[in-house]
């Protein structure tokens, strides 16, 4: 941290003897107390917390004079830095040392912040830092806790804080509001005596500013009589204070516009207001008739504030003033009009102030429901502006909420529209309609809003503590949903209800849309409560009893829609058959058939003909599948034997499920899940119907698919056509799109040689197209001939318009069915996802693959954009993928069917091969493995077996054909099919199969990978392509260091199968180094990987292959690995080829090459390119400039690697490690630079990356020239990559201790620890730290 110079003239001798005390204290602290002023800075608040703690403990532990001071010192630098975030950082710090250590005297500390920014000489580029250091340094005296103790202390605080609020460009308003938040906890007596300086008697400097006025507000409420001899008797709320007022909160609203809270002096101004009597002036002129006058967004927003905290402090009389005055209608006029993302900020702002106001009067009911009705009585044309579904009703009592749901039900059958706080929008306003003013639409717009907030009330309920209200609300929906008054009885309280409004079928539409809205809540609301689902009946069964009862009083009540005596008495039976029901209530199957009777019984009163037919089927269904014996055993009933009452039922669930309901979607699924278990092929080709892509589209179904839409959209324009002008626009901007199309259209159509021929011959017929040698026949036109031929054209045009209209008509009707049709089809997906969880081991399950595969085919090829068909395709893939195919039960009884299921396989297999997208072929893939695994049943026991066999010590035995063939599963003929798939895949040049999918066929089933491994095999060599001889060796890498393959192997037969494997490779490394095409690279890759796995294998198991002819084909490709890296004839992947050739090489006993650093002079210097000069002008020191390496002696001659196998012989040394090459102990670490073209330089060979750290397999020494250690770093050249530095002689001793090490290694009988360290010492990061220290030290022996 940098400290800030004051702007005070030092003493030259001070000044200058300044720079060594203050280095001289920094080397007396630690770096950990150093680091604490770092962090204080740091934007994190949890580090910043940290750092301020651990500071204050450091020097509670360590006390310390010279700590503490700088410390301060620090501290008070640090209130003044240029990084405004760090400023409050540092004053925070600095409080909280000044409250742990009282003994550090507050006026010392704050001389030392005047000193150290002082204001009177101070240059106008410091002035800002200066300013806030003095600001955020009384600030941290004030939050100390300590300033209103100390007298002194806080005058000076006060004084220095009056200066600064005459900057106001610089601080704004910051000092005045500290100087309020000080004098609000010091004593009166202090406060008294600070007034008269702080505070001037003149009311224009008050009136001026908000801050002004709020000290004097402080001032008036804590010392009022020292205020009154200080500036007299004042009435802040005179006519000629009024516009001061205004202005004052105009200034307020503005300066927390950013903060969205409500400023401090309107809320003081509001209680003075209510102290002396004086709101309703306060109320009227200052907020209604002066702000509201050319009202802001800013000044509305703080009204509004303003109105929701006035809440708790207003008495009932006053209520009426603020919910019935011109602020609540401009607040319902804003709700209406502005934008959603303003309506947004304040809708959750009103609701915490009114929940806080609820919550606050818990004692007073009379108090809520007067709120909960002043809010819903503000209304746009009848329509309340609150949304129906309001939180803050869960704070409301018992007893207010009995009274609130009484007002809205007598407020929905007796309106009172005079009672409203209703208001329109200018847009509204100007509407000339007169239909809209009328007060049967005011009517019918506020009953819409009720009944929608009586259902939404439950939402917030308890069922058994607020049960009276569920019921009456339950209650009024059912009775004035589906049933009307013909005389009143004291047995039906519904029937005292009478209407100041008669209800018209659109309110009587409505509240049955809200009746089945309420069923739909009170039924999840009913399955959350487990007590009530254990004692309690269901609303739904409560709610049939009612209807029952109002049936049964045919002399009061009547329905709506009158039953037939068909109907009735299948409304009776439904009653008999629910009682038997009951009577078994104690099975869930009994439940869920109650359930659905249940809803389909109240759906009688809203579609009597069709429920009924409903109902005498469900009826007989459920007699049946009752008398049905559960326990009968599935495989012994064939399909012809099977009861009829499953067909039956699943088509009724799919009617049902046509209904737009979200209800009945969940019943229907809890009804299915109960009889899934006794599901038919017949029933399940009845839900795949709906599902086949392919005759859905054209066929008519046998169900059709019901939708409200036009309804509501007909019920929604009649609700609110003419709202306001945007409706209006709105639908304008629609027509003329809908011109602008037909317009296109009819362009695209004028094609049409019909409509061209009709036109011709209406010309003709005019006479209007003129031959050649009758120029002037249309002048001679008369004006009845121009009329009539004008009426022709009129009335073609307008049939072609007609016609297309209709073609449009027709196309928005086929999509819309497609649409309805989508939703349908997902909703049917529902049966099939309940089948798949709820009977995984159903034989019916495995006719499910290919149904929704072509699901899952067809929605791709389709590429649909809308939104039902991606849910459909996304479901049906999730279905398909994590409940069927992954799910861990399957079926067991397949031995039946075992021949369809195998040429199931192989149809699957030859589907996935000819697919023409790779993600629509893997699920067809995934589909035959897990028929596989069907096939091959239960294998619990064989992998305990597996378990315990591979837990043994010796090698399990391979497992019999005839144990592997035990189950349904032909493993010949599975083999076949796959063989056939996978020469597809390396054969091909397009294939939809993949290396993944086969890896997978690997990995789950080794016995069919052990018979696939030739194909594999065959394909490493050869006249293959490049592409597929790569794809050929990734799979055998993958599958031979699988375990669960070796187990299939006799010992012989798989050593046998590693040298074959070998020799292939063998064959194919002989174009290594030679790749030209990218396919060619991507095989010598994987040539290389497999022959890695291959060797540790080798090792691993000890086997006896003769690697001889295989190392010297590597030691061949040397040389010429290295001329292509060096040349630069090399794809981005060579450095990984090259790296994977030594790996190999080094696990036959060949150590890598290290290449030695070149002195940069040894280069030419007109090698380097114009670039690279450029470049080096710019960030780069000159030589002279740069830091003298130390000369280190030259290094002796060390002992090289060689192969421990008997095949490698002297002479192929130098072929293996290169002659004149030092040899590597991996201690180096890796030079990285920005390019990787490597360069050969005075003969010696560069390597990319140091030798790996390896223990030598030979005694065989190798000679090393000495070489020097260079001075300076060779800089990047023609792209050249820096050669790698040579060891120096002074770790000699650290080799010889290493040697042992590896002698010791070298002795290890585990392989696998070898192959782990050969791969550790590749990290250039790794055993660094040993030699950077003993660098470090011999740096400082040498240094003179």
Not at 58 to 69: G, I, N, V
Request: aromatic share 6%; proline share 5%.
């Amino acid at each position: 941290m940098a400290e800030m110079k004051s702007p005070t003239k030092a003493d030259p001798a001070s000044a200058a003897e300044a720079p060594q005390g203050d280095r001289r204290s920094l080397l007396e602290h630690s770096r950990e107390f150093l680091d604490f002023f770092w962090d204080i800075a740091k934007p994190e608040q949890e580090t910043r917390l940290q750092a301020t703690e651990k500071l204050l403990e450091y020097l509670r532990t360590r006390p310390s004079d010279s700590e503490m001071k700088y410390a301060l010192k620090r501290l008070i630098t640090g209130l003044g830095v240029g990084r405004e975030a760090a400023r409050p950082c540092y004053s925070l710090a600095l409080a909280q040392l000044l409250q742990s250590f009282e003994d550090i005297p507050l006026s010392d500390i704050l001389s030392q912040i005047q000193e150290k920014y002082t204001l009177q000489a101070v240059n106008k580029a410091m002035m800002r830092p200066t300013l806030f250091a003095n600001l955020f340094g009384v600030l941290a005296l004030f939050q100390s806790g300590r300033l209103v103790k100390d007298k002194e202390a806080l005058m000076k605080s006060v004084k220095l804080l009056k200066i600064l609020s005459h900057h106001h460009n610089h601080l704004q308003g910051q000092p005045m509001k500290a100087l309020v938040d000080i004098l609000s906890e010091v004593p009166e007596s202090m406060f008294q005596e600070i007034l008269p300086k702080v505070l001037k008697g003149d009311m224009k400097v008050i009136l001026s500013s908000p801050k002004y006025l709020e000290l004097f507000l402080l001032a008036k409420q804590r010392v009022p009589t020292k205020l009154e001899s200080l500036i007299g008797s004042v009435d802040l709320f005179s006519e000629d204070n009024i516009p001061s007022l205004v202005n004052i909160l105009k200034v307020a609203a503005n300066s927390v516009k950013k903060e969205h809270k409500l400023p401090d002096v309107a809320l003081d101004l509001l209680r003075l207001a209510l102290k002396e009597n004086k709101f309703e002036l306060f109320w009227k002129k200052v907020l209604e008739e002066g702000l509201l006058k050319s009202p802001s967004w800013a000044s509305s927003y703080m009204c509004f504030r303003l109105l929701g905290a006035s809440l708790p402090l207003l008495s009932e009389e006053q209520l009426p003033l603020v919910m019935r005055g011109d602020l609540i209608r401009h607040f319902g006029e804003n709700m209406v009009v502005s934008k959603p993302q303003n309506l947004f900020k304040i809708i959750p702002e009103i609701s915490t102030y009114v929940g806080t106001f609820l919550e606050g009067c818990q004692d007073d009911p009379k108090r809520q429901f007067t709120m909960m009705v002043a809010f819903t009585t503000i209304t746009n044309q009848g329509l309340p502006v609150m949304p129906t579904f309001w939180r803050v009703t869960r704070f409301l009592t018992t007893e207010a909420l009995q009274s609130y749901v009484a007002w809205l039900r007598d407020m929905f059958l007796q309106p009172d529209l005079d009672s409203l706080v209703d208001f329109s929008t200018t847009n509204q306003k100007r509407t000339q309609d007169a239909s809209l003013h009328v007060p049967e639409r005011t009517v019918f717009r506020l009953r819409k809003w009720i009944i929608h907030r009586l259902v939404s009330l439950v939402d917030h309920l308890h069922l058994e503590k607020d049960e009276a209200v569920v019921e009456q609300i339950a209650r009024f929906c059912l009775f004035h949903a589906f049933f009307k008054t013909k005389k009143a009885t004291p047995q039906i309280p519904e029937t005292k209800q009478h209407f100041s409004f008669p209800l018209d079928d659109r309110n009587r539409g409505v509240i049955v849309s809200a009746f089945f809205s309420l069923l739909q809540t009170l039924s999840v609301k009913f399955r959350q409560t487990p007590d009530l689902a254990g004692n309690e009946k269901p609303w739904t069964y409560r709610l049939v009893q009612l209807a029952d009862m109002l049936l049964n009083h045919n002399r009061n009540v009547t329905n709506v829609t009158p039953l037939t005596t068909q109907q009735r008495q299948a409304w009776d039976q439904m009653m008999n058959t629910l009682k038997e029901l009951e009577a078994r209530s104690s099975e869930t199957r009994a439940v869920a058939f109650q359930h659905l009777l249940l809803l389909v019984g109240l759906h009688v009163f809203k579609s009597p003909a069709e429920s009924c037919d409903v109902l005498g089927d469900i009826q007989t269904c459920i007699k049946k599948s009752m008398e049905q014996n559960p326990r009968r055993p599935r495989s012994r009933a064939k399909a012809s034997q099977e009861p009829g009452w499953v067909e039956v039922m699943v088509e009724i669930l799919l009617s049902l499920l046509a209904q737009p309901s979200n209800l009945m979607r969940q019943v229907v699924r809890s009804v299915f899940g109960h009889i899934c278990s006794h599901l038919t092929p017949r029933g399940l080709q009845l839900i795949l119907a709906v599902l086949n892509p392919e005759t859905n589209e054209d066929e008519d179904d046998n169900v059709v698919v019901t939708d409200d839409a036009d309804e509501k959209q007909q019920k929604r324009g009649e609700d609110e056509d003419s709202d306001s002008e945007d409706n209006k626009n709105s639908e304008s901007d629609m027509d003329s799109e809908d011109g602008e199309e037909s317009e296109e259209e009819d362009r695209d159509k004028d094609v049409d040689p019909g409509f061209r021929q009709q036109l011709m011959e209406v010309l003709q017929a005019g006479n209007a197209l003129g031959g050649v040698g009758n120029e002037d026949e249309e002048e001679e036109l008369g004006d009845e001939a121009m009329m009539a031929l004008d009426q022709n054209l009129a009335s073609l045009f307008a049939e072609q318009k007609m016609r297309i209209q209709a073609r449009q008509e027709e196309k928005n009707k086929l999509q819309k069915e497609k649409k309805l049709r989508r939703d349908f089809q997902i909703r049917v997906l529902d049966l099939i996802e309940v089948l798949v969880t709820k009977q995984p081991e159903h034989p019916l399950i495995l006719e499910l693959l290919e149904p929704l595969l072509n699901i899952i085919q067809h929605s791709m090829r389709s590429k649909g954009s809308t939104k039902q068909e991606q849910d459909l395709l996304h479901k049906t893939a999730r279905i398909f993928m994590h409940h069927l195919c992954r799910a861990r039960r399957y079926c067991h009884e397949v031995e039946p069917c075992a021949e369809a299921l195998h040429a199931q396989v192989e149809r699957l297999v030859q589907q996935a091969g000819n697919q023409t997208d790779a993600s629509v072929a893997l699920y067809y893939f995934n589909a035959s493995l897990y028929l596989l695994r069907v096939l091959k049943g239960n294998t619990t026991k064989r992998h305990q077996d597996d378990q315990n066999l591979q837990g043994a010590d010796t090698k399990p035995e391979p497992k019999d054909t005839e144990d592997q063939t035990a189950n349904c599963l032909d493993l010949d003929f599975v083999t076949r099919v796959y063989s056939a798939s996978l020469e597809s895949l390396l054969t091909k040049r397009n294939s939809s199969l993949t290396v993944p999918m086969f890896l997978s066929l690997f990995s789950r089933y080794p016995v069919i990978s052990k018979n696939l491994l030739p194909t594999l095999v065959q394909h490493v060599a050869g006249p293959s392509r490049p592409r597929h001889q790569a794809q050929a060796c990734l799979m055998l890498q993958k599958t031979l260091s699988a375990r669960e393959l070796r187990v299939c192997f006799e010992d012989p037969e798989w050593e046998q199968l590693i040298t074959q494997v070998l020799g292939k490779a063998t064959q194919t490394l002989q174009t290594l180094g030679e790749a030209q095409s990218k396919g060619e690279h991507q095989r010598e890759l994987s040539i290389l990987e497999l022959l890695n796995t291959l060797f540790r294998t080798v090792n691993h198991e000890k086997l006896s292959v003769d690697l001889t002819a295989l190392l010297g084909m590597l030691q061949s490709k040397q040389q010429r690995l290295q001329q292509s890296l060096q040349q630069g004839n090399h794809s981005s992947g060579s450095n990984r080829l090259y790296d994977l050739y030594w790996q190999a090489m080094r696990m036959l006993g060949v150590q890598r090459p290290k290449s030695e650093k070149k002195n940069a002079k040894d280069i030419p210097s007109d090698t380097q390119s114009p670039i690279s000069t450029k470049r080096k002008k710019k960030g780069f020191l000159p030589e002279t400039k740069k830091r003298k390496k130390l000369k280190s002696e030259g290094t002796t001659p060390e002992k090289n690697a060689a192969s421990q196998q008997g095949a490698v012989t002297e002479g192929a040394m130098p072929a293996a490690t290169g002659e004149g090459q030092p040899s590597s102990t991996g201690k180096k670490k890796r030079k990285r630079v920005k390019t990787s073209t490597p360069s050969q330089m005075n003969g010696i060979t560069v390597a990319k990356s140091p030798a790996p750290n390896n223990p030598t397999l030979s005694p065989t020494p190798a000679k090393t020239p000495k070489l020097q250690k260079k001075k300076e770093k060779l800089s990047q050249v023609n792209g050249a990559t820096p050669v790698s530095p040579v060891e120096p002689e002074s770790k000699k001793h650290h080799q010889k201790a290493l040697s042992t090490k590896e002698e010791v290694i070298k002795k290890s009988p585990l392989p696998k620890k070898r192959a782990r360290l050969s791969l550790v010492s590749r990290s250039p990061s790794l055993l660094q730290s040993g030699v950077k220290k003993r660098r470090v030290v011999r740096r400082r022996v040498q240094t003179p």
